[in-house]
């Protein structure tokens, strides 16, 4: 792994993450260290259990962990996981955009630019289409 080699985890409310994996799949081919996990299949510890599971598995150095919806059960899980671990962020309000890039970007961008870079997408994915 190269300093610019991150982990993605998806960590969502029903099977939102594997759809959204799953979409951006069909959209730009095989995807690597990209991951999804349902809280609705796993309880909270087994979801905190899971994540760092494939942190150790993948000998992450840098990971972005996605949650769909913050303040939710999801949510603090991923907290609880990732609270005290270097180069692990966690961005709540995962989108299909905001994946779309993350993939496209591994090994392209370090932590620090890779998750201001989605969070600007995110926020400039989210808008009104006046007709």
Do not use: W
């Not at 993939?103 to 006046?130: N, P």
């Amino acid at each position: 792994m190269t300093d610019k080699d991150i982990t993605g985890i998806i960590v969502t409310h029903g099977q939102l993450g594997e759809e959204l994996l799953r979409t951006v799949g069909l959209i730009v081919g095989e995807i690597h260290d990209c991951y999804a996990l349902s809280g609705s299949d796993l309880g909270d510890e087994d979801v905190v259990r899971s994540i760092r599971e494939i942190l150790e598995r993948n000998n992450a150095k840098s990971a972005v962990v996605f949650v769909d919806y913050f303040g939710g059960s999801c949510g603090a899980s991923c907290v609880r996981a990732t609270r005290g671990l270097e180069g692990v962020k966690v961005i709540s309000g995962v989108n299909l955009p905001i994946l779309l890039d993350f993939v496209t970007k591994q090994g392209i961008m370090d932590l620090d630019e890779i998750v201001g870079h989605l969070i600007h997408r995110g926020q400039e994915s989210v808008r009104v289409i006046e007709l």
